[in-house]
């Protein structure tokens, strides 16, 4: 019995379709390596708009919002202000641009060592160690045998370059003193011959066919518009007498006049045997078809067409958002996995010659997609009221110490930008936790705390009696010393001690449950606006500073509603200063400072 071995194909055959066989016209489909040479590359770069753009945008991208130190804001400055000095920004973007380009170029870091050639010892770069950064190509930087030592730094990369310079002079440099930039990564050296060894692959290589088919298609589309209409005229026997060469050069000057005079007067003249019509070649579809083929080049150069061609989104309800963030997703990829990898060592080294020596210190790069000041305000918003309530009301019943809750959102406040200048502020004036607490917080965590013993001798009454009560409410000033001051600047000799707002005073009685609770337990009154002091009363012996507080005059007509009496033709908002005394208004300023009132106080009315 012979053994019989069966091969199987893992693919569809069709021998009436020719498909799956020797003689399908998708065999003679294949792929080779076509290096196009450096004559091509800048041929493309510097007379097509569409190669420049695929070269730069990228780099531009992933340059032009740069990154942010992470460290304390003395060294901050002395980073960036060495990175001024050596135009780090710039020689990276111009580096990155020529690498894409070419498929290879570097950044020398210029110490002022006697010999290159040796290795770059970050530890001995000083403050000023680096004197400068050049911009050097793969045309000029030829790259050394690829170092095959697995335990080497260098392995897979050329352990050595040689600098070609005028005369004929060559320098050999070692890889540490150099950031590459290497353009689009090869598949293997060894298999395509790349003629520049040590190097990458130019970004328009694998872009250039989908290139030059939308150029051809755009080229083609816009010769169809010098022939989009053509004038056709039937002379009798033109044919039979185009061997006369005098009938030829009649019929020249004639339809020279024709054109002529049709130019200028908008009237062709022909003679009564003369047929004339005029053709018109249709244009419609070529938009989308030269769409189309920009398409396939946004897509081969993996930049979104928004950005590659400067359109807003077309179809209904598109804006774009989605493709530009996968696009800046790309590009931070691109910054974290090629750009950061590729200048570790010569960030070290311009923090050492900035005389920063921190391993604490380091760097985020700046996000592309910028926050509108709406966006900004609501994250500022959200934020504070979440470290709000974690630290709770200021009593000592916190969930997370308030310590701890201030560090970490004023980390987060400086990251997300914010509150610009934040950092410097901290640095000036201290942490929260270095601080004792002012005579303003104190009051407001005993004014609080009082309203909740307030509150809980309510309930216990509310439980006992539920019956309606008539109903005082106050809100007290917690800044008390501020307006203290103005009041003794301003002549008054005997502050009322209380100072305080008054929201509702109802002899009626009324549920105190249906009241509700105030939207703020702290009420800050911004300085300025409205402001007037006022005597009233009986014989007008109270003193009082008029305000404007709309959140007080919709708490008051809240209660109102709900039953509350007011005996006073209208509600006005304002804080008794003094009673009794002679002071005389007229010549007395307004307090036109910020007003602090705790949480509201609920009383009986005081008959009598």
């Known amino acids: 019995m012979s053994n019989v071995i069966a091969f199987v194909r893992d693919s569809l055959t069709s021998l009436v379709s020719r498909m799956g066989t020797e003689r399908d016209k998708a065999a003679t489909t294949f792929y080779t390596h076509a290096v196009m040479t450096d004559e091509q590359l800048i041929a493309a770069y510097s007379s097509s708009w569409l190669p420049r753009k695929i070269v730069d945008?990228?780099?531009?991208?992933?340059?032009?919002?740069?990154?942010?130190?992470?460290?304390?804001?003395a060294q901050i400055e002395a980073i960036e202000e060495e990175e001024k000095r050596l135009n780090v920004k710039g020689k990276v973007l111009e580096a990155a641009k020529k690498?894409?380009?070419?498929?290879?170029?570097?950044?020398?870091?210029?110490?002022?060592e006697a010999n290159p050639a040796l290795?770059?010892?970050?530890?001995r770069v000083g403050k000023g160690g680096i004197r400068y950064l050049n911009v050097i190509t793969r045309r000029q930087l030829s790259a050394g045998?690829?170092?095959?030592?697995?335990?080497?730094?260098?392995?897979?990369r050329p352990g050595s370059y040689t600098l070609s310079g005028a005369n004929g002079m060559q320098i050999e440099i070692h890889p540490s003193r150099l950031v590459l930039f290497t353009g689009a990564m090869p598949a293997d050296d060894e298999i395509t011959g790349n003629p520049w060894q040590g190097w990458g692959d130019s970004v328009l290589q694998s872009t250039l066919?989908?290139?030059?088919?939308?150029?051809?298609?755009?080229?083609?589309?816009?010769?169809?518009?010098?022939?989009?209409?053509?004038?056709?005229?039937?002379?009798?026997?033109?044919?039979?007498?185009?061997?006369?060469?005098?009938?030829?050069?009649?019929?020249?000057?004639?339809?020279?006049?024709?054109?002529?005079?049709k130019g200028i007067n908008g009237t062709l003249l022909l003679d009564k045997e003369e047929e004339y019509e005029t053709k018109s070649a249709s244009l419609a579809g070529l938009t989308d078809i030269l769409m189309a083929f920009m398409q396939i080049v946004s897509g081969a150069a993996d930049i979104p067409v928004t950005r590659l061609l400067g359109q807003s989104p077309a179809g209904m309800n598109a804006t774009g958002a989605s493709d530009m963030k996968n696009y800046h997703d790309r590009i931070q990829s691109m910054q974290e996995l090629e750009l950061q990898p590729a200048m570790r060592r010569l960030d070290e080294c311009i923090e050492r010659s900035a005389g920063v020596v921190d391993p604490d210190v380091y760097y985020r790069w700046s996000p592309l997609e910028q926050m509108s000041e709406k966006e900004r305000a609501e994250i500022f918003k959200t934020t504070?009221?979440?470290?709000?309530?974690?630290?709770?009301?200021g009593t000592g019943q916190e969930i997370v110490p308030r310590e701890a809750v201030s560090d970490a959102l004023?980390?987060?406040?400086?990251?997300?930008?914010?509150?610009?200048?934040?950092?410097?502020?901290?640095?000036?004036?201290?942490?929260?936790?270095?601080?004792?607490?002012?005579?303003?917080?104190?009051?407001?965590?005993?004014?609080t705390q009082a309203a909740n013993n307030n509150n809980v001798t309510r309930m216990q009454q509310a439980a006992n009696d539920a019956a309606p009560r008539t109903l005082y409410v106050r809100r007290d000033v917690l800044n008390r010393a501020d307006i203290l001051a103005w009041a003794k600047e301003q002549g008054f000799t005997d502050v009322v001690p209380d100072l305080h707002v008054t929201v509702i005073h109802s002899r009626t009685p009324v549920d105190w449950f249906e009241m509700g609770e105030s939207w703020s337990p702290r009420l800050e009154i911004s300085a300025g606006g409205p402001r007037q002091m006022e005597a009233f009363g009986q014989d007008d012996n109270y003193c009082a500073l008029l305000i404007v507080a709309n959140e007080l005059k919709w708490r008051h007509?809240?209660?109102?509603?709900?039953?509350?009496?007011?005996?006073?033709p209208e509600y006005q908002p304002h804080i008794t200063i003094q009673v009794g005394g002679e002071v005389d208004l007229t010549k007395v300023t307004p307090y036109q400072g910020k007003i602090i009132l705790g949480p509201e106080i609920f009383e009986e009315v005081r008959m009598g």
């Open 410 to 447: 004023v980390n987060r406040l400086v990251e997300d930008g914010v509150l610009p200048g934040l950092d410097a502020a901290i640095e000036e004036y201290g942490k929260l936790s270095e601080q004792e607490p002012s005579e303003e917080e104190q009051a407001a965590a005993a004014a």
């Open 209 to 261: 066919d989908a290139i030059k088919n939308a150029d051809s298609t755009a080229g083609n589309i816009a010769s169809l518009v010098f022939e989009a209409k053509i004038d056709i005229i039937r002379i009798p026997d033109f044919m039979a007498n185009l061997n006369n060469e005098a009938y030829r050069s009649k019929i020249l000057e004639r339809y020279s006049l024709a054109n002529m005079s």
């Open 384 to 393: 504070a009221d979440a470290a709000r309530q974690l630290v709770g009301t």
């Open 57 to 73: 945008i990228p780099a531009l991208d992933a340059c032009r919002k740069w990154r942010d130190w992470q460290a304390k804001k």
């Open 145 to 156: 045998e690829i170092d095959r030592n697995p335990e080497s730094e260098w392995y897979g």
């Open 99 to 112: 690498g894409r380009l070419f498929g290879g170029a570097a950044l020398y870091i210029g110490t002022g």
């Open 557 to 568: 007509e809240a209660m109102v509603e709900q039953g509350a009496s007011w005996d006073w």
């Open 119 to 123: 290795p770059l010892d970050v530890e």
